[in-house]
């Protein structure tokens, strides 16, 4: 890395500018392939055939300047929503240095890399809220693309048809920088307050909330509609089919990435716990799994006029906050865990749509806590439009008191 920034140094010198990310430090999830590093997808067993070699995206990094710093921890395979890894490590929430907390996964590293400061930026990727779940707990913003927007080409597939790649950045102006910049595309400015209207779903989005994440949305909400933002009441019922369509396609899909047999020779040398979620693949007919993604398809389509004069669905990126990590010593809490975190995120995947999540937590809580906001596949600019108001209105991300851990 420090080679890379010399380098960097002296084309600036020279007179060569690569723009606004020209030497930014960054880190990558290590499911992506980077020349020279190694990549593991946070398991000991090597899938690096599968992954191939250094892919479009990081290419492009590069091309655009940044200094890539390392690897971030993952869930093995990313199979997974808390951030626990029992066979390379589990990183530490930075909120609370007396508990240790769960990052949330499977960007696990990516997300305590940002919030601690340790880079400009980091990447992540998002097949069920990937992203969104690691930045909503640990209070970075957290960017979800829509799938097919950035190629996929050299980094480890989970589910095809919903993986994306994402951002995970100290504050929104950050976001909007990147992804321009990344893009080759106007930066996205703050939209302004009066004219914009989200949908606030009247179900699914707002159960089982833990009443410090209730009031802290509450609040954040109250905010917005006081800024000047228009809440439109808005129907989700596809929204219940999301709970049975996502926990089919994403271990049916990965276990087709690895092979059956492969599986069945590793499995024995995997976290137990992701084991045991892609197994539940090797039950699944093929003709179930067709309907089931030509269903997706037609929810997409209800999804998409659904949202039509809209600029965004808001609602709490999760339904809780951090949680300790020796809970997920149970394995009846790590199964009802799984399930609840990703209540919110995986719409988006299963949907088709772009996302962001700010954090809110000044609003009223200790412990970070996110507001998401679903916006129209492809429309990627707008979200962040949507994602600077809210961050102008609530206030920019705090930071976690690192010098805590020093006590």
Same mark, same amino acid.
């Given at each position: 890395a420090l080679a890379a920034a010399q380098a960097i140094d002296r084309l600036l010198a020279a007179g060569t500018d690569l723009g606004p990310l020209m030497g930014v430090p960054v880190a990558i999830k290590d499911l992506f392939a980077v020349e020279g590093m190694p990549t593991t997808a946070g398991s000991n067993i090597d899938v690096i055939d599968i992954i191939g070699p250094e892919g479009s995206f990081v290419k492009n990094l590069k091309r655009a300047g940044c200094v890539i710093? &390392? %690897?971030? %921890?993952?869930?093995?395979?990313?199979?997974?929503?808390? =951030?626990?890894?029992? /066979?390379?490590? @589990?990183?530490?929430?930075?909120?609370?240095? %007396?508990?240790?907390?769960?990052?949330?996964?499977?960007?696990? $590293?990516?997300?305590?890399?940002?919030?601690?400061?340790?880079c400009g930026f980091a990447i992540g990727s998002?097949?069920?809220?990937?992203?969104?779940?690691?930045?909503?707990?640990?209070? @970075?913003? =957290?960017? %979800?693309?829509? /799938?097919?927007?950035?190629?996929?080409? =050299?980094?480890?597939?989970?589910?095809?048809?919903?993986?994306?790649?994402?951002?995970?950045?100290?504050? !929104? @102006?950050?976001?909007?920088?990147?992804?321009?910049?990344?893009? =080759?595309?106007?930066?996205?400015? #703050? !939209?302004?307050?009066?004219? +914009?209207?989200?949908?606030?779903? @009247?179900?699914?989005?707002?159960?089982?909330? *833990?009443? *410090?994440?209730?009031?802290? /949305?509450t609040t954040a909400l109250a905010a917005l509609e006081e800024a000047g933002i228009e809440m439109v009441p808005i129907a989700f019922p596809e929204a219940d089919e999301v709970t049975q369509t996502f926990p089919i396609v994403s271990p049916t899909e990965l276990l087709t990435v690895l092979g059956r047999e492969r599986f069945l020779d590793i499995r024995d040398r995997m976290d137990q716990d992701v084991a045991a979620r892609i197994a539940k693949g090797l039950e699944v007919p093929a003709d179930r799994y067709i309907r089931i993604m030509c269903r997706q398809r037609e929810l997409c389509r209800t999804v998409r006029q659904r949202m039509q004069g809209l600029d965004g669905v808001v609602g709490p990126t999760l339904p809780m906050v951090a949680v300790p990590r020796e809970k997920?010593?149970?394995?009846?809490?790590?199964?009802e865990y799984q399930r609840v975190v990703s209540w919110n995120t995986r719409l988006g995947n299963v949907f088709g749509l772009c996302a962001?999540?700010?954090?809110?937590?000044?609003?009223?809580? !200790?412990? #970070?806590?996110?507001?998401? /906001?679903? $916006? *129209?596949?492809?429309? *990627?600019?707008?979200? +962040?439009?949507?994602?600077?108001?809210?961050?102008?209105?609530? &206030?920019? #991300?705090?930071?976690?008191?690192? !010098?805590s851990f020093l006590d």
């Open positions: 710093l &390392g %690897k971030t %921890k993952t869930v093995e395979f990313a199979l997974g929503a808390a =951030g626990t890894n029992r /066979v390379r490590g @589990t990183p530490r929430n930075p909120w609370d240095a %007396k508990v240790f907390r769960v990052p949330g996964g499977s960007s696990s $590293g990516s997300a305590v890399a940002v919030a601690t400061g340790m998002d097949t069920g809220g990937s992203v969104r779940i690691p930045a909503a707990l640990c209070g @970075t913003i =957290g960017l %979800k693309t829509t /799938v097919g927007l950035w190629p996929l080409d =050299g980094v480890f597939p989970l589910a095809p048809s919903f993986d994306t790649i994402g951002l995970l950045t100290a504050s !929104a @102006t950050d976001a909007a920088l990147v992804f321009s910049a990344l893009q =080759g595309a106007p930066v996205a400015k #703050p !939209a302004a307050p009066r004219g +914009l209207r989200l949908g606030r779903p @009247t179900h699914h989005f707002f159960d089982n909330l *833990e009443a *410090e994440v209730e009031d802290c /949305v997920f010593d149970d394995a009846a809490f790590e199964n962001t999540t700010t954090p809110v937590q000044a609003c009223s809580v !200790a412990l #970070p806590v996110g507001l998401q /906001v679903l $916006g *129209e596949g492809f429309c *990627e600019a707008r979200a +962040l439009a949507v994602a600077l108001t809210i961050e102008e209105i609530v &206030g920019p #991300p705090p930071r976690p008191d690192l !010098a």
